[in-house]
């Protein structure tokens, strides 16, 4: 249909544009129109009901089309947010980062319609590549650095997971030829005739490829280098847009497992490095210095979480469903504010930083709301998800993952607590020379709208989301769960 | 035609090695691109006389990227930054080549204990990809050099794509496509991350990337 057709190339034409045009200043703005673009297409798709398709390959299924409306939405603000951040960062040339965002926007779209799991693999890589001049936008040794990493780390992952769904097709192909293979749909026709050995072996590798590129521990190396020297707005897009698509790439993968009756086999390793990615996070969350690495940190348990949620099945499926939608949320308003907070302060240290509260108010009060919204605490979405995930291992009477999950949860929140208390209490350093009476208190900054507006929004959602899941997305997520065996 | 084939996977085992051995850069970008002609050579000769025009368009494809494109843009890589020699790696030559050595054993024994697919014209390409790919993934953990670890995560995606030439008929070329252009970009992107490395670090060894930690 005409209309995936439009969704994916108008960002790829947005980014031509945007490389073409000379003007630094006027650049970015064409984010917004396309990211409304977009938007008003994937609303569209949701009011109607309707599930598009776009040649042998591309389709718009249940669990697609919750991603592509997170994404969708999820780039809207970032776009909005870009236009107020790249303001203020005039004096870099902004030519090759808005024409990687928009790349980046058309290779996840293709991300959630790819139903053929090479597809599936060419546009996650074609995320990484758009995603790697985005990292190093400031170009400093640190930002280099990072890149680098990031770079050589997501692409070995990556590469085993083109050999994990080569060994798919060997598992597909076994009992002999078929009519398009590695083709979603037709894989879940026949997969009573699958190989079990080449299905297992290829299952492990596409966990470690797509789990590097999900951040999961411990392939999750890359992500506190990343985030830490990445704008927040990249930050934000890595962590709200790629990982859920990383997701949705196990998603597949465990849909596969079910129909061929391996999903026993894929469940316990799901739990495991669930569980030890929130572990890994824990650890360095405690005594954690760099309030973007906190943030990075808190990515990989959130990826945990997802994780673990599609390993204990049933009642924790909807949950884990649930939690993408609040979890890339959230980051949003904690990557954003930390943004704000970094450009005013010039440090990511944590002990250089006190009295956000009265040098930024809204940023100050947004990042405190964040991390009460993100640590689980009602009211706010996360903590409805992350309550319907433990309710699912409780009535399955798995205590060990109860306690685990709780504990590790309990850490966090004190290890992210003693951070984000520290920065916004208190009042602010004298760092700067001040006019006036000695020891009177600086005025508040104002900051510009286009860089509150968004995690403001973002936040208003994460807490609706928290007091009322309207009937048609919980509908949506009860269809999308049921795919891989999941109920309300 | 069999023997082409064993030929040309002994080859590609062989310049495995020599990268493993080679001091010069130059040596080794040069290995890598005659692994990637190998492995261009190979889906015409691997399934006997039944070509097709996709199979040709899949060798040519591949042999101008792995064998010529990229190759080029890495030699202007180390041009550009002046760089000629792999220096104080993680793990000696001598002791790398006799891992590497190891490794051929590894992926012989590993693929025997696989359930292979009954159609694999050469019992070799299996046990070759195998080893490429560990290969690959030893150069990219012992090396010192942003341009030697490119070229192991070349050899990594060398071995890998030789074991999808096992499935040659049932992968769309669309797809291959796809695959060999992303690697492509991937390395491009690598190649320009060099440069600025280089200009900000002055150096292109993996050991000065050590700021960040915790």
Same mark, same amino acid.
């Given at each position: 249909?005409?209309?995936?057709?439009?969704?994916?190339?108008?960002?790829?034409?947005?980014?031509?544009?945007?490389?073409?045009?000379?003007?630094?200043?006027?650049?970015?703005?064409?984010?917004?129109?396309?990211?409304?673009?977009?938007?008003?297409?994937?609303?569209?798709?949701?009011?109607?009901?309707?599930?598009?398709?776009?040649?042998?390959?591309?389709?718009?299924?249940?669990?697609?089309?919750?991603?592509?409306?997170?994404?969708?939405?999820?780039?809207?603000?970032?776009?909005?947010?870009a236009v107020g951040y790249l303001r203020q960062r005039s004096e870099r040339n902004n030519r090759i980062f808005v024409a990687s965002l928009l790349f980046f926007l058309s290779a996840v779209t293709v991300v959630t319609l790819s139903h053929?799991?090479?597809?599936?693999?060419?546009?996650?890589?074609?995320?990484?590549?758009?995603?790697?001049?985005?990292?190093?936008?400031?170009?400093?040794?640190?930002?280099?650095?990072?890149?680098?990493?990031?770079?050589?780390?997501?692409?070995?992952?990556?590469?085993?997971?083109?050999?994990?769904?080569?060994?798919?097709?060997?598992?597909?192909?076994?009992?002999?030829?078929?009519?398009? #293979?590695?083709?979603?749909?037709?894989?879940?026709?026949?997969?009573?005739?699958?190989?079990?050995?080449?299905?297992?072996?290829?299952?492990?590798?596409?966990?470690?490829?797509?789990?590097?590129?999900?951040?999961?521990? #411990?392939?999750?190396?890359?992500?506190?280098?990343?985030?830490?020297?990445?704008?927040?707005?990249?930050?934000?897009?890595?962590?709200?847009?790629?990982?859920?698509?990383?997701?949705?790439?196990?998603?597949?993968?465990?849909?596969?497992?079910?129909?061929?009756?391996?999903?026993?086999?894929?469940?316990?390793?799901?739990?495991?490095?669930?569980?030890?990615?929130?572990?890994?996070?824990?650890?360095?969350?405690?005594?954690?210095?760099?309030?973007?690495?906190?943030?990075?940190?808190?990515?990989?348990?959130?990826?945990?979480?997802?994780?673990?949620?599609?390993?204990?099945?049933?009642?924790?499926?909807?949950?884990?469903?649930?939690?993408?939608?609040?979890?890339?949320?959230?980051?949003?308003?904690?990557?954003?504010?930390?943004?704000?907070?970094?450009?005013?302060?010039?440090?990511?240290?944590?002990?250089?930083?006190?009295?956000?509260?009265?040098?930024?108010?809204?940023?100050?009060?947004?990042?405190?709301?964040?991390?009460?919204?993100?640590?689980?605490?009602?009211?706010?979405?996360?903590?409805?998800?992350?309550?319907?995930?433990?309710?699912?291992?409780?009535?399955?009477?798995?205590?060990?993952?109860?306690?685990?999950?709780?504990?590790?949860?309990?850490?966090?929140?004190?290890?992210?607590?003693?951070?984000?208390?520290?920065?916004?209490?208190?009042?602010?350093?004298?760092?700067?020379?001040?006019?006036?009476?000695?020891?009177?208190?600086?005025?508040?900054?104002?900051?510009?709208?286009?860089?509150?507006?968004?995690?403001?929004?973002?936040?208003?959602?994460?807490?609706?989301?928290?007091i009322y899941i309207p009937s048609w997305l919980d509908r949506s997520l009860q269809v999308a769960a049921a795919l891989v065996g999941g109920h309300r | 035609m069999d023997h082409l084939v064993q030929i040309i996977l002994i080859s590609v085992?062989?310049?495995?090695?020599?990268?493993?051995?080679?001091?010069?850069?130059?040596?080794?970008?040069?290995?890598?691109?005659?692994?990637?002609? @190998?492995?261009?050579?190979?889906?015409?000769?691997?399934?006997?006389?039944?070509?097709?025009?996709?199979?040709?368009?899949?060798? !040519?494809?591949?042999?101008?990227?792995?064998? !010529?494109?990229?190759?080029?843009?890495?030699?202007?890589?180390?041009?550009?930054?002046?760089?000629?020699?792999?220096?104080?790696?993680?793990?000696?030559?001598?002791?790398?080549?006799?891992?590497?050595?190891?490794?051929?054993?590894?992926? !012989?024994?590993?693929?025997?204990?696989?359930?292979?697919?009954?159609?694999?014209?050469?019992?070799?390409?299996?046990?070759? @990809?195998?080893?490429?790919?560990?290969?690959?993934?030893?150069?990219?953990?012992?090396?010192?050099?942003?341009?030697?670890?490119?070229?192991?995560?070349?050899?990594?995606?060398?071995?890998?794509?030789?074991?999808?030439?096992?499935?040659?008929?049932?992968?769309?070329?669309?797809?291959?496509?796809?695959?060999?252009?992303?690697?492509?970009?991937?390395?491009?992107?690598?190649?320009?991350?060099?440069?600025?490395?280089?200009?900000?670090?002055?150096?292109?060894?993996?050991?000065?990337?050590?700021?960040?930690?915790?």
């Amino acid at each position: 249909m005409i209309a995936l057709l439009l969704l994916i190339t108008i960002p790829i034409l947005g980014a031509g544009i945007a490389f073409a045009l000379r003007n630094n200043k006027k650049r970015p703005w064409i984010l917004v129109p396309v990211a409304i673009f977009h938007t008003a297409m994937v609303s569209w798709f949701w009011l109607s009901d309707s599930f598009p398709t776009l040649g042998p390959w591309l389709l718009l299924d249940s669990m697609g089309k919750i991603v592509l409306g997170l994404i969708s939405v999820l780039f809207l603000g970032a776009s909005l947010y870009a236009v107020g951040y790249l303001r203020q960062r005039s004096e870099r040339n902004n030519r090759i980062f808005v024409a990687s965002l928009l790349f980046f926007l058309s290779a996840v779209t293709v991300v959630t319609l790819s139903h053929h799991f090479g597809l599936l693999w060419v546009s996650l890589e074609a995320t990484t590549l758009a995603s790697a001049p985005l990292l190093y936008f400031n170009h400093n040794q640190r930002s280099l650095e990072a890149t680098w990493k990031y770079l050589i780390i997501c692409s070995v992952g990556i590469a085993l997971a083109l050999l994990g769904t080569f060994f798919l097709a060997v598992s597909e192909t076994a009992a002999g030829p078929v009519e398009n #293979p590695l083709f979603l749909p037709t894989m879940l026709h026949h997969s009573s005739s699958f190989s079990v050995p080449w299905l297992r072996a290829s299952f492990i590798f596409l966990l470690v490829g797509y789990g590097t590129k999900m951040g999961l521990a #411990p392939m999750h190396t890359w992500k506190p280098d990343a985030y830490g020297e990445a704008p927040g707005l990249v930050g934000f897009l890595l962590s709200g847009v790629l990982t859920s698509c990383a997701f949705l790439a196990l998603f597949r993968v465990l849909q596969v497992c079910q129909a061929a009756q391996q999903a026993d086999f894929a469940r316990p390793l799901f739990i495991l490095i669930g569980l030890l990615s929130m572990g890994v996070a824990a650890v360095f969350m405690v005594g954690q210095q760099d309030y973007k690495r906190m943030l990075a940190y808190s990515s990989v348990e959130h990826m945990g979480i997802l994780t673990l949620g599609l390993g204990l099945g049933g009642l924790a499926i909807y949950g884990a469903l649930l939690h993408l939608l609040s979890n890339g949320l959230a980051k949003g308003v904690l990557f954003l504010t930390a943004g704000n907070i970094h450009r005013h302060y010039g440090s990511k240290s944590v002990s250089s930083i006190q009295g956000v509260f009265r040098r930024l108010p809204v940023s100050g009060v947004l990042f405190m709301a964040g991390f009460i919204a993100i640590t689980g605490s009602p009211p706010f979405g996360i903590f409805v998800s992350e309550f319907t995930i433990l309710r699912s291992a409780m009535s399955d009477g798995r205590w060990t993952v109860v306690a685990l999950f709780l504990g590790f949860l309990a850490l966090i929140f004190v290890g992210m607590g003693r951070i984000v208390l520290s920065m916004t209490l208190g009042e602010p350093a004298g760092n700067q020379p001040q006019r006036g009476v000695e020891g009177a208190t600086r005025a508040p900054v104002i900051e510009p709208w286009l860089t509150i507006l968004t995690p403001c929004l973002l936040l208003v959602s994460v807490f609706l989301l928290g007091i009322y899941i309207p009937s048609w997305l919980d509908r949506s997520l009860q269809v999308a769960a049921a795919l891989v065996g999941g109920h309300r | 035609m069999d023997h082409l084939v064993q030929i040309i996977l002994i080859s590609v085992i062989l310049t495995n090695l020599a990268i493993l051995g080679s001091h010069p850069l130059n040596t080794c970008i040069r290995a890598v691109a005659l692994q990637g002609v @190998a492995l261009g050579v190979l889906p015409i000769f691997l399934h006997g006389r039944e070509w097709s025009y996709h199979t040709f368009l899949i060798s !040519f494809m591949i042999i101008g990227l792995k064998g !010529f494109l990229i190759p080029t843009l890495l030699f202007r890589a180390i041009r550009d930054v002046a760089v000629r020699k792999e220096q104080d790696p993680l793990i000696g030559f001598t002791a790398s080549l006799l891992l590497g050595g190891g490794l051929v054993g590894l992926g !012989f024994a590993v693929s025997s204990g696989l359930p292979l697919p009954a159609e694999i014209k050469s019992s070799l390409l299996v046990p070759v @990809a195998l080893s490429t790919l560990m290969m690959g993934l030893l150069v990219i953990v012992t090396r010192a050099k942003i341009l030697t670890q490119t070229l192991g995560y070349l050899m990594l995606e060398n071995g890998i794509f030789a074991f999808g030439l096992i499935l040659t008929k049932e992968l769309p070329w669309l797809i291959e496509m796809g695959v060999s252009l992303d690697i492509f970009a991937g390395i491009f992107v690598m190649g320009t991350l060099m440069g600025h490395i280089h200009e900000e670090f002055n150096s292109l060894s993996v050991r000065k990337l050590s700021n960040l930690k915790g």
